[in-house]
């Protein structure tokens, strides 16, 4: 097909282009091995939510695809490119005649192509719809909620925060959940940009929200319980624990809120008698919400030593006092106290989803080069696959499945122990004592749970714990790191 | 319809693999790539089907090997053959829910098979291979099959005769979706999703764009050669009302296996009718669920549940070739049979007319069957009673004395159907039609009066073999699993009823069951999965259907406590 090759090779010189250009501002720019296509073909006809999904797709490709040594692209341009694939977008669907369904997305479009105000007045086109029902209103104020809740234009974030006044006006019986999925972006965004104030309200906003909903409502906004991504937006239970732990007044504050949410993850009797699964709902409700609040339990204390039996990349310890402690009596035990601030993530080899957090340790060291010390610590489990191995043999598996083939360059703590009989009868490999030290309740609610994200400040004190640590908390945990940096 | 003549030319020959390579494509050897899923760097730079798939086999290519393999054929003594032979691609785009990037699957085959007929007996081989010599192999294995077959043989072969037709068709179609990029098919799927979340506790489970594309080229030793080029879509999309612990999931009305090009995802009111079924399943999702007591009762079926139910009970029970004992050790038997005494019989309710067509936009539309006989329109059961059976030309001899009796022509109503053209014809029933009342019944109406009954919703337009059927078809269990059954009170629907499973008679339920049927405003659709031969293989059956009454069902009670 020549005429394709012939739009790739077009294509690829236009986006080269562009890096290019963008390489002279940015020093330190590195070319994507990914093209972008920015083409929009036009011959078919389009529906406005059908553009919304492309640009999904597109921003997807460019912001959240990349590979994970590829992390100083210039984000200037990249947004250039969504904005100019917007409003390529956006002059299709001026030919389109809208409905009073496709009106919502038009306006995201909008939104997504710099038009605010054509998107606001689209937006008080769906809500001057006559007969427009308390639901539709609050899921088209949810819309305008999230699409300017963009922390890559801040300002825009006061327009949010209008659409969601006016969401929160409507009865919380009909439009709590939508009204708890605004609060909830709102304070994710403010907690990527630093603002603790407004991230604290928001979140407080959208956590006391959920003892008002109807009981059906309260089951689908807690993790892992949503299905379908119902509510794609992040719980704000974690982030706020971080912050409100600390202090405590802050404590006192949620100290409440979990009790709020304990209470609300009652089923009631009604509800039961009707359904028995219900009972059970409720209960795993009321332990993962227990569970989270165990984690918070670890902030504000000093961070237990790692005590280990092989350091791999140990070399990459950035400070003296910062390595491995051969002088004591235990092998390998490493003091956490002092200098700088310490990134720890406990994960194991089998779960894919660890080695892909590993990949974001790497891309928070190389955002914080200095004065951070990242650590991947991990153990051995007695088996390799379905074979049964020695705590030496899986000791040189994992050296070879880190180093050589994924080539990890951070450090690595692993703790092999020898292997010893349960009351059972299995055989284990014993535990390291102070890793057990960093274990939460999460472990009665999971066997183990991994990936763990553990940091550190410089004064040794545990200041966060992640037990999720995907590409969308990674911007919020570099700028949790950014403040704590710039702690005295 | 795009059908032109052919030339008339005679067929080349000798074939040799010289001749042959000389007149084919040299990308015929790209077509034994296997599936293929599609890496990320396709999806952005604009890759279409065409880009990521090997360039189909020429229609050309494909009659040259049909030629090729009657050659060889007639030349090991073969009385008579026919050959099927196709190119064929296929390309899967499907967007999970929440997701920004597709799942995208293509695949390209060849298949070719023959039947070879020596002395009354019949043999079919079939290869996967697109060369010379491979057809003319596969031509003498058939015959020397078939030969042997001949020295044990009890009732030779009679095909009736049919006119040798030659010419092409096209499915029609507006857009190629082999030359639509994939992000943007994704983008349409994924704008399918955002219309189901405008709706509170609603949800798209699943939507998925699956396209096929087939040059199939049939030719036999009495002169036939027809070149049809199909392109079907399968888009299953299913939206799921979600409240709690309780959910229901509904495929959407009008996306479910058609034929056409992209302009079928492009359908103006696809968003209305997403988010109306969205609506719908979210509210069956809210109502109360209850177990009932095991009994008879009144059923009512919406027009969707009445067509699948037509496609699985109706649908292959008049296939003749089952009604005639062939499919005794594969798909079963039929309660019509044996025909020559069931035909002309009032085997079902007045209220039942059905007429077989392969006409409708639905992936069953074909101009020519698979032994070269144009399919046509025919009613099949008229006010109850068996007028006539999906015949082949070798079974329909069978219908001689029928045919004769009613003034009809004695020839095959073009119901022979291979899935692939390395699958024996056989025959198939297309898409069946139940004429709806004359008057505007309304579900509502059937239900009005109804004291103890069920109404039975199809939650999926491809309500598949779930409903489970005896070999001859005789009885049949309607699941709760797949239906979605409603208690009726004071004739409104209530409670979504659990646990509950239907047990019917065939001919008792299309018979004096049948108590009354919806008007034309009723009329929905539906998609059956039904198999036959062997080995076993499947071939989708669509039916439309009006809502229907059925009284004095038995409705049995499976799993729960009590």
């Keep these: 097909m020549p005429c394709n090759r012939w739009a790739t090779f077009a294509t690829s010189v236009l986006v080269l282009s562009l890096f290019m250009s963008a390489r002279s501002m940015h020093a330190q720019v590195a070319l994507p091995d990914i093209l972008y296509d920015n083409t929009i073909p036009p011959a078919h006809r389009v529906t406005p939510d059908a553009a919304v999904s492309d640009l999904r797709a597109a921003t997807h490709r460019l912001f959240d695809d990349i590979p994970s040594n590829r992390v100083t692209l210039p984000t200037d341009s990249m947004h250039a490119l969504v904005i100019a694939r917007a409003t390529q977008w956006l002059n299709v669907i001026r030919t389109l005649p809208l409905t009073a369904l496709t009106v919502n997305g038009a306006s995201r479009v909008a939104v997504m192509a710099g038009q605010d105000s054509l998107a606001q007045a689209q937006i008080a086109t769906r809500l001057a719809t006559p007969g427009l029902s308390v639901a539709d209103r609050g899921y088209t104020l949810l819309l305008a909620t999230l699409a300017f809740t963009d922390t890559t234009q801040p300002s825009r974030l006061t327009t949010a925060e209008q659409y969601c006044a006016k969401l929160d006006s409507l009865p919380v019986t009909i439009a709590g959940l939508w009204q708890y999925r605004a609060h909830a972006a709102l304070s994710n965004a403010y907690d990527v940009l630093g603002r603790t104030a407004s991230f604290v309200t928001h979140g407080r906003r959208a956590l006391m929200l959920v003892p008002k909903m109807p009981y059906i409502d309260r089951m689908i906004i807690i993790p892992d319980v949503q299905e379908f991504e119902l509510v794609p937006e992040p719980n704000p239970y974690m982030p706020l624990a971080m912050v409100l732990a600390p202090t405590s007044q802050g404590r006192a504050r949620l100290d409440t809120l979990t009790q709020g949410l304990l209470d609300a993850s009652r089923a009631p009797d009604s509800l039961i008698s009707a359904n028995p699964m219900y009972g059970q709902i409720a209960q795993i409700l009321a332990s993962m919400i227990q569970a989270h609040a165990g984690a918070v339990a670890l902030i504000g204390h000093p961070a237990p030593s790692l005590h280990v039996t092989h350091w791999w990349n140990a070399a990459a310890l950035t400070s003296a006092n910062a390595r491995p402690d051969t002088t004591t009596t235990r092998r390998d035990s490493m003091s956490l106290h002092g200098g700088i601030v310490r990134v720890l993530l406990f994960g194991q080899y089998g779960l894919g989803c660890c080695l892909a957090e590993l990949r974001g340790l790497e891309r928070i060291h190389q955002q914080f080069p200095i004065g951070v010390q990242p650590i991947y610590v991990t153990s051995t489990t007695g088996h390799w696959g379905f074979r049964i191995v020695s705590p030496a043999e899986e000791t040189r598996l994992l050296q070879e499945t880190y180093i050589t083939e994924h080539e990890i360059s951070i450090p690595i703590a692993l703790w092999a122990g020898e292997k010893k009989k349960t009351p059972q009868g299995w055989i284990i490999p014993e535990r390291s004592p102070d890793l057990e030290a960093y274990h939460t309740p999460m472990d009665d609610y999971e066997s183990q749970r991994s990936p763990y994200l553990v940091i550190i400040d410089r004064h040794g004190v545990i200041r966060r714990t992640l037990t999720r640590f995907e590409r969308a908390q990674e911007a919020q945990t570099a700028a949790f790191i950014r403040a704590l940096l710039q702690e005295r | ?562």
């Design chain 2, 1 to 562: 319809m795009s059908m032109r003549p052919t030339s008339t030319r005679s067929l080349p020959r000798p074939f040799t693999r010289r001749t042959f390579l000389k007149t084919t494509s040299m990308g015929v050897a790209a077509l034994q790539l296997g599936a293929r899923r599609l890496l990320a760097d396709d999806l952005t730079t604009g890759a279409t089907g065409n880009t990521v798939l090997p360039e189909p086999m020429p229609p050309e290519t494909l009659r040259t090997l049909a030629a090729c393999a009657l050659e060889a054929a007639k030349a090991a003594g073969a009385t008579y053959a026919d050959v099927r032979v196709a190119s064929h691609q296929w390309l899967a785009i499907e967007l999970s829910p929440g997701a920004d990037q597709p799942a995208v699957l293509s695949d390209a085959g060849f298949d070719m098979g023959i039947r070879a007929m020596v002395d009354g007996a019949m043999a079919f081989v079939y290869r996967h291979v697109p060369n010379v010599d491979a057809a003319a192999a596969m031509a003498r294995n058939a015959v020397a099959s078939a030969r042997g077959f001949s020295r044990v043989l009890l009732h030779p072969i009679e095909l009736v005769p049919a006119p040798a037709l030659t010419g092409e068709w096209s499915t029609p179609m507006q857009i190629d979706p082999f030359t639509v990029p994939v992000k943007e098919q994704a983008a349409v799927l994924g704008g399918w999703q955002a219309a189901a979340k405008q709706v509170k506790y609603g949800e798209v489970s699943s939507t998925k764009a699956q396209w096929a594309r087939e040059t199939r080229v049939f030719a036999s030793t009495e002169g036939a050669m027809l070149t049809q080029q199909f392109m079907r879509l399968d888009q299953p999309v299913f939206v799921q009302g979600v409240v709690g612990l309780s959910r229901c999931g509904l495929s959407v009305d009008g996306m479910t296996n058609s034929s056409g090009g992209y302009e079928l995802l492009l359908a103006p009111d696809v968003h209305e009718r997403i988010v109306a079924r969205t609506e719908e399943a979210v509210r069956f999702a809210w109502m109360p669920a209850t177990t009932i007591d095991v009994g008879r009762y009144d059923v009512i079926t919406t027009g969707a549940a009445t067509a699948a139910l037509a496609a699985r009970m109706l649908g292959p029970a008049f296939e003749l070739d089952r009604a005639l004992g062939e499919e005794v050790a594969g798909g079963g038997t039929t309660y019509a049979m044996p025909p020559a005494d069931v035909i002309g019989t009032s085997l079902l309710s007045p209220r039942v007319t059905m007429h077989v067509s392969r006409t409708a936009p639905t992936s069953a539309l074909q101009k020519w069957d698979d032994e070269g006989v144009e399919c046509s329109s025919f009613p099949v059961v008229e006010h109850g009673q068996l007028v006539d059976y999906y015949t082949t030309r070798h079974t329909a001899g069978a219908l001689r004395a029928w045919y004769a009796k009613t003034g009809r022509a004695l020839r095959s109503n073009g119901s022979a159907i291979a899935p692939t053209a390395a699958h024996a014809p056989a025959a198939w029933a297309g898409d069946l039609t139940l004429a709806p009342s004359a008057e505007s019944t309304t579900v509502d109406e059937l239900c009005r009066g109804v004291t103890k009954g069920i109404l039975l919703h199809c939650p999926d337009y491809r309500f598949w073999q779930y409903t489970m059927l005896d070999q001859q078809l005789t009885s049949v269990q309607v699941n709760d699993g797949v239906s979605l059954m409603l208690q009726l009170e004071r004739g409104r629907p209530v409670r979504r009823v659990l646990l509950a499973n239907l047990q019917v008679a065939t001919k008792t339920f299309w018979g004096k069951s049948l108590k009354a049927i919806g008007g034309a405003a009723t009329v929905d659709y539906a998609t059956q999965v039904n198999a036959k031969g062997i080995p076993s293989y499947e071939m989708l059956v669509h039916a439309s259907a009006p809502a229907a009454h059925f009284t004095d069902v038995n409705v049995i009670r499976i799993g729960g406590a009590g």
